[in-house]
């Protein structure tokens, strides 16, 4: 069994900062390119920002400048730097994962997200 569980969500101030960190667990191969996506309600699921294997990342124009998306090989992780956070960035954020759990295909893994609330 693979789990993707998110954490470091809450409620900020707008300016101010947050960094989430994803955990991929259980049984892994490898992975592949790892992601930030979020949901605010009524909306769709947007990506926030990607990082491949190879380390390339990308991001969403409306976060370019204020997010990092950055990974830890070794631990399966990734994490999203929030900085200069607007209230327009009030979402569920969520990890995603394209990941293999033995020399196969790879498959898409998502976690149960966390909640990133900016008001004042």
């Known amino acids: 069994q693979v789990q993707l569980v998110e954490s470091g969500g809450g409620l900020v101030q707008p300016g101010g900062s947050l960094r989430l960190s994803c955990a991929a667990s259980?049984?892994?191969?490898?992975?592949?390119?790892m992601r930030w996506y979020r949901q605010a309600p009524g909306k769709q699921r947007d990506l926030v920002a990607g990082i491949t294997s190879g380390g390339s990342t990308n991001y969403a124009d409306s976060v370019k400048g204020r997010f990092t998306i950055s990974r830890d090989y070794a631990k399966n992780m990734v994490y999203l730097q929030m900085n200069s956070l607007k209230p327009q960035d009030t979402a569920v954020y969520y990890c995603?994962?394209?990941?293999?759990?033995?020399?196969?295909?790879?498959?898409?893994?998502w976690g149960q997200g966390t909640q990133v609330t900016v008001s004042s």
């Open positions: 995603n994962a394209d990941l293999r759990s033995d020399p196969g295909p790879f498959y898409d893994y």
């Open positions: 259980g049984n892994i191969f490898s992975i592949n390119a």
